[in-house]
């Protein structure tokens, strides 16, 4: 898959150009998969106890967290490769 290139910054506000800056180059579908193993290694250090843990009782826990993170990797991976039915552009995020 082809590398996309990153958006104008006319095309975004400009407050989201920070986020935009961290995505590292590469192959989207590619780095979200990686993100999903450092996520997973990540979690694992904290062991099974420590990924139950929350700052404060009505906040989400580490493992709850992680969860998130990598069900939305997942999905923005699945996006990216089977764009819409009638859809004949480049996939996109």
Known sequence: ??????PAPAAYAPYIG???????DGDIPDRLARSV??????????GAEGALRRYA??????????GHELH?????RERYRQP??????????
């Not at 920070?18 to 590292?24: A, Q």
């Not at 193993?37 to 904290?46: K, M, N, R, Y």
């Not at 939305?72 to 923005?76: C, D, N, Q, R």
């Open 72 to 76: 939305h990797a997942a999905v923005l």
């Open 84 to 93: 819409a039915p009638a859809d004949n552009a480049e996939p996109r995020l």
């Open 1 to 6: 898959m082809t590398d996309m290139p990153r």
């Open 57 to 66: 009782p009505d906040k989400w826990g580490v493992k709850e967290v992680a």
């Open 18 to 24: 920070r986020y935009i800056d961290l995505v590292p």
């Open 37 to 46: 193993e450092e996520t997973a290694a990540l979690v694992a250090g904290f």
